[in-house]
């Protein structure tokens, strides 16, 4: 793994109040074209009443593709939720034709104790762990959680304390149903994936976007910790990334780098005035992982930040063009989610006048024409947004912000 830090802009005026970004750029090696860490996986799905025809179908196909890629070192089970929760395979010790059989023959139930079937695949993650290998529950529903626990944030408080255990959950919300928001914070809290899958056709290249990433993993639990010195009062962070922070000192939870990804993060330090001109020490960012390849161990590295406290206007200079980039980019996708917030409590004059504000940024930062396409179809929608709409902005915000692709349907293949 290599670590580069980049100061948007290492000078700062004296006497002034500055803000200083970081771009934190994690790069993770080749994944070795052989070896890799054992998967241990349990798919979580959905099986209520809305699941029924094509969706279920299209489900039960993918399961069966992901059995079919696994390697006699990986396990896979399958657990199904409806009111109740079952068992359908067995992590392991089964046999792959019997395995298809029962998966081919879920069929739909009643409501969605969504809770419920996770808490069952973390229970056979935990009892049947394996320290050498890669543990992920893969939840999937088209629905909002109707039993069970449905709170948000006890349901996020439970992934959390999972993924310090070691089992990631990744979350697929299919169709235009379900709580996006539910989704991604639960896949957050427990340093997962969040995918939209807008339609039963792209529930295989779901599947298989997921499988391939934790086939090529090389690092897991990846963390950035950045604490800030006296001379620095706030850092925060611009990503949409799950936190823990006490305004002087935050942590990142990255999650995982798939081979030769780059997981990166933006930090922002507000640093207060300075009377004295010279070298300052700032604050440290410290980046924290477990390789999972080769020499399976934990790794740490510290970096010192620093600027130059200046009284020369002139020698303040302008800021890293790539670094400022990124922070306009991270700024405007809290525009966006912000106005799809408006979208949702019925401003949809805030919400419009802030996507139009999206859309000049995006255009001046070179954004795909597929994305502009997709915040100018928001804005001829006049007054209520539909739900492919708003999970569409949001699928965008995210997979902008992570890194990380997050969208699925028909016209986005």
């Not at 998966?103 to 079937?117: D, M, V």
């Not at 949702?344 to 004059?349: F, I, L, P, T, V």
Request: charged share 25%.
């Amino acid at each position: 793994m290599k670590t580069n830090i980049t100061l948007g802009n290492p000078n700062v005026l004296q006497d002034s109040p500055a803000n200083v970004h970081v771009l934190v750029e994690i790069t993770a090696p080749p994944a070795p074209a052989i070896e890799r860490a054992p998967l241990d996986i349990v798919v979580v799905a959905d099986r209520s009443g809305s699941m029924s025809g094509g969706k279920l179908h299209s489900v039960r196909e993918a399961i069966v593709s992901l059995l079919r890629q696994l390697t006699p070192q990986d396990r896979l089970g399958v657990v199904v939720f409806d009111n109740d929760v079952d068992v359908i395979v067995e992590l392991g010790g089964h046999i792959a034709s019997d395995a298809v059989t029962k998966i081919r023959g879920i069929e739909c139930g009643g409501s969605t104790n969504l809770s419920g079937g996770w808490l069952k695949a973390c229970e056979i993650l935990t009892a049947q762990r394996r320290a050498e290998a890669i543990s992920r529950i893969v939840l999937l529903t088209d629905g909002q959680a109707n039993a069970g626990v449905v709170e948000p944030d006890a349901v996020a408080t439970m992934t959390a304390g999972a993924a310090k255990l070691g089992i990631t959950t990744s979350t697929i919300g299919f169709g235009t149903d379900y709580d996006e928001k539910f989704l991604a914070l639960v896949a957050d809290a427990s340093r997962g994936n969040d995918y939209f899958c807008g339609g039963p056709d792209q529930a295989l290249n779901v599947f298989a976007t997921e499988f391939d990433g934790l086939a090529s993993v090389v690092a897991q639990n990846i963390s950035v910790v950045a604490t800030a010195t006296n001379d620095a009062t706030q850092v925060r962070l611009l990503n949409q990334q799950v936190t823990e922070t006490d305004g002087r000192s935050l942590t990142v939870n990255i999650g995982d780098a798939y081979g030769e990804e780059v997981r990166t993060c933006v930090l922002e330090f507000i640093v207060t005035p300075q009377n004295q001109e010279g070298l300052k020490h700032i604050a440290d960012v410290t980046v924290r992982y477990a390789s999972v390849i080769g020499d399976a161990r934990l790794h740490e590295e510290t970096f010192p930040i620093e600027v130059t406290v200046t009284a020369d206007f002139a020698a303040v200079g302008d800021a890293d063009p790539r670094v400022l980039g990124e922070v306009r980019k991270l700024l405007v996708e809290d525009i966006r989610l912000r106005s799809i917030d408006a979208a949702r409590s019925g401003d949809y004059e805030t919400s419009d006048l802030l996507m139009s504000e999206v859309l000049d940024e995006l255009t001046a930062l070179g954004a795909p024409e597929s994305e502009l396409e997709d915040t100018r179809k928001w804005l001829s929608i006049r007054g209520p947004k539909d739900a492919l709409s708003m999970k569409t902005m949001y699928s965008l915000s995210r997979s902008s912000s992570r890194g990380r692709r997050k969208r699925f349907d028909p016209d986005n293949p």
